[in-house]
Structures are given as C-alpha cells and as structure tokens.
C-alpha cells in the first residue's frame, strides 16, 4: 500500500529563516512528485513538479529535491516570509492517475 | 496550465438534501479527478470521471451517494446525495492536461451540512 507521510505536521519560523520540509514515500515506483500550497479554507496551488527521473527543481525561493531510491523528497523554502504561511502537502503520482497525499505540514512564518 | 473553475465556492445545506459541485476547465482533458477534504485531513480522492464512461469510484466512495456527470472534455459535476454532517468537507476538482504530469485543482466547494 502507498503511503505518503510529512514531517513535521506543524512549523513555526521567524520571518526570513530558511527551512526544509519533508515527505517521505513507501513506493518507489513514482511518475512523479508534486508538492502544493494550500491557504485556509481553499483550494490546493501547484508549487512544484518534478518527474521521475529529475533529482530536483526550483521556482523562485522555492527547491524541491527527489530521491527515489530513499523514497524522499523535501522543499526547501530560502528567506521565509509570513506570505509563505500556509500549509504545504507533498502528492506522489503512481500508475493509474492516482495521487497520494500526505497530510501536510502546516507552516507559520512569524513577522 | 490549465485554469479551474468550481461552483460554489461554499454552501450551508440541511441534512437530508442534495448538493452538485460543477467544476469548468479552460482546455479539454480526458481525466477529471473529484476529492474531498475533511476537517483537518488531508486529500481523498473520490472518484475519477472520464468523457463518455462512468465515474471510476475509489473504495469506499459510492455512485448512489456521490453521482458524477461528465458531459464534454471541460465539464463535470459531483453530486453529494443525502447529505449528513460528516459530508462537511472541502471537495475539489482536479485536472492533468496532459497525463501523468502536473495536477491542477479548483479553488474548492466548502461544505457545510447542518
């Protein structure tokens, strides 16, 4: 069974700190790993994606690394800001057009 | 890309009643995904519904409760049936334009049944 866990399930920064977020999955038979952003009450924004056969990607502050072997992937988030508040779920795609999700690290970034 | 669109963005209904979610894509895609959130949980998926094929559910997910229309490549609704308080959720539509690549999600359908 596919399991897909993140830690830690809360974070507490002061603005401008950098920090890495984990996810971590049992299979390693991965299309692809995403990792998105979600604020209260809404819905989920694609931050990252990486395939398979990449070992990282970057967006702006924002790297996401992949290691399929270990079945690990973390976000790394450079110069935090209280705009980056929010809570941040990692998605493994496998066969058949299914993700697994984590439950999500939820992320205060403190002025 | 793909741009999302899901109506209504949230709903207060009375148990017993029923609910349809419509969620509108900007591009056609073949596979339209449907999940539900509960409170303080992460993603479930639903069901998956294809143009022109019945909904494909996951375990646990029943078409009698959960009905899903998918009449073209940019449009589907979800129906949630007989609706009780552990209905409120968060449930939102997803796309891939292009398969098994990224996932684009709706802004969601906040639920809430009383």
């Known amino acids: 069974k596919q399991e897909v866990t993140q830690i830690p399930a809360a974070l507490s920064v002061p603005e401008g700190e950098n920090l890495v977020l984990n996810c971590s999955f049992t299979?390693?038979?991965?299309?692809?790993l995403q990792w998105f952003r979600q604020d209260p009450g809404k819905g989920l924004t694609s931050l990252l994606l990486?395939?398979?056969?990449?070992r990282e990607q970057t967006s702006g502050r924002l790297n996401a690394s992949l290691d399929k072997s270990s079945g690990r992937s973390t976000l790394y988030i450079a110069a935090s800001q209280p705009g980056d508040s929010a809570t941040y779920l990692c998605a493994v795609l496998y066969n058949f057009n299914k993700f697994y999700f984590g439950s999500g690290t939820k992320l205060n970034v403190k002025p | 890309s793909a741009v999302i669109s899901q109506k209504p963005s949230r709903d207060i209904c009375q148990r017993g009643t029923s609910l349809t979610i419509q969620c509108q894509v900007d591009?056609?895609?073949?596979?339209m995904f449907w999940y539900r959130q509960q409170p303080g949980q992460s993603l479930t998926l639903i069901a998956t519904a294809n143009q022109g094929s019945e909904a494909t559910y996951e375990s646990g997910f029943v078409i009698d409760k959960f009905p899903i229309s998918r009449p073209n490549l940019t449009f589907s609704t979800l129906t949630v049936s007989n609706m009780s308080p552990e209905d409120s959720s968060i449930y939102l539509c997803s796309v891939e334009v292009v398969r098994n690549t990224e996932a684009f999600f709706g802004q969601g359908t906040r639920l809430t049944v009383v």
């Open positions: 299979d390693s038979a991965i299309y692809n």
């Open positions: 591009s056609q895609v073949t596979m």
């Open positions: 990486i395939q398979s056969s990449q």
